[in-house]
């Protein structure tokens, strides 16, 4: 199947019929309906005392399964693997590699979301984006321009779903005046320009963050949206359900496994040479991250690499245990999107390499943060010093460069 990739770098989505086949949606169906069986009887045993007996299955506004995290994946066997091999089809992986211009796109996420026990009604619109844990909007915007998107999302519908709206184009811009002035007034209702995505059962809507969306109302009708993405390497923590896959789904995981352990030896070598002070060898693997990328793509990998040098010098110090839930979270969890490989990763580095990477990328996160705490409306998180909209004016690689000799 070709797709007119043009169109979706412009508009930022792309509604694609028949993801999953008429001839495989009811196996794909009970696949996954085994998988919310076995996921509710984890929430039974998680819930708190104040708790209906359900959990979390009862209490969230969007109940949503994580395939690939611990726990899930292990219950995934011969007769759910097809929630799994889903994913390799023409019309997921296939159209993912035209729209990301790779050869072979990898799984990042693989997820479900399923409607509430009752109605919660409408949700917010916002970009899937939080400052203080990846970069500014325009640092996304400005790479986007240059090359296409690193990462791409999916939700493909098992039943019929309109449930998400977006703002075409937003995904290539900073809000305008009058979404801001909307925003600020009421998230929860349409914004002008907004398209509502109208699936069929099979089909899915692929987008490019962060663009604009909106989950315009979580209601009790049954609802099975298979959520995920695809980019150029991937992650995988858990994998206690590869062997339950088919011999060519296994070989296909495999090469993703291979991909992104090859990311994460790149993440260390331009770590390293940062450590090194060795700025044409910072450049030569700040390129294998992504090759062909500009200046400006390089800059947002410099803030993705700052954010994985707090995470590692976090995770190296002694107090870890003491630090907020939020940031051991966070340092904790991989997000390969902005080159975060997880706890893992850190025990690449001792613990006074940690801190004196630390040291060394502390100016770019110095100049994407203001002086005084700021908010910015349709974005996720609250307020912050961090930049919502804006990368640091004049501020290059060659000034992050420079700083080493300080």
């Known amino acids: 199947m070709r ?12 509604v694609v019929q028949e993801v999953v086949p008429p001839d495989q949606l009811d196996e794909v169906r009970a696949a996954y309906e085994i998988l919310v069986d076995r996921q509710r009887e984890t ?3 998680q819930r708190k005392p104040d708790d209906p007996p359900g959990g979390a299955w009862e209490t969230s506004a969007q109940p949503r399964l994580a395939l690939s995290g611990q726990g899930l994946s292990d219950a995934i066997d011969g007769r759910t693997a097809a929630a799994v091999e889903m994913w390799l089809g023409e019309r997921a992986q296939g159209v993912s590699e035209q729209l990301l211009a790779v050869e072979d796109a990898a799984v990042t996420e693989m997820m479900l979301m399923c409607n509430p026990r009752r109605d919660h009604g409408p949700a917010v619109w916002h970009r899937d984006m939080y400052p203080p844990y990846c970069a500014p909007l325009q640092g996304y915007v400005d790479d986007i321009s240059e ?6 999302q999916w939700n493909i519908s098992l039943y019929d779903d309109d449930v998400l709206w977006v703002i075409p184009g937003s995904h290539a811009r900073l809000n305008t005046p009058e979404e801001d002035e909307q925003l600020l007034k009421d998230r929860s209702v349409p914004l002008p320009g907004g398209v509502q995505t109208h699936l069929k059962a ?9 663009i604009l969306h909106w989950g315009s109302n979580y209601s009790s009708r049954k609802r099975r949206c298979i959520h995920g993405g695809f980019s150029a390497y991937s992650h995988y923590a858990h994998r206690g359900y590869i062997p339950h896959l088919s011999e060519d789904a296994r070989n296909t995981f495999a090469r993703w496994i291979e991909q992104s352990e090859r990311m994460e030896a790149r993440t260390e070598a331009v770590l390293r040479a940062a450590l090194r002070r060795d700025a044409a060898a910072y450049d030569g693997a700040l390129t294998a991250l992504r090759p062909g990328s500009g200046e400006k793509g390089k800059l947002l990998s410099t803030v993705f690499l700052s954010k994985t040098a707090r995470r590692i010098c976090d ?15 966070w340092a904790s969890g991989p997000h390969p999107m902005t080159l975060q490989w997880g706890a893992a990763f850190a025990d690449r580095f001792s613990a006074d390499e940690a801190a004196e990477l630390w040291r060394r990328f502390q100016p770019v996160d110095d100049a994407v943060q203001s002086e005084t705490e700021q908010s910015a409306p349709g974005f996720q998180g609250g307020p912050s010093l961090y930049n919502f909209n804006h990368m640091p004016v004049g501020y290059s690689v060659g000034d992050f460069v420079a700083s080493w000799e300080d």
């Open 315 to 329: 995770l190296k110090r002694p107090d870890f245990d003491s630090l907020p839930q939020q940031t051991r979270t």
């Open 147 to 152: 090359m296409g998107p690193r990462y791409i």
């Open 3 to 14: 797709v007119d990739r043009d169109r979706f770098l412009e508009e930022g989505y792309l």
């Open 43 to 45: 929430w039974v045993s």
């Open 202 to 210: 099979g089909d899915g809507v692929v987008y490019i963050l962060p």
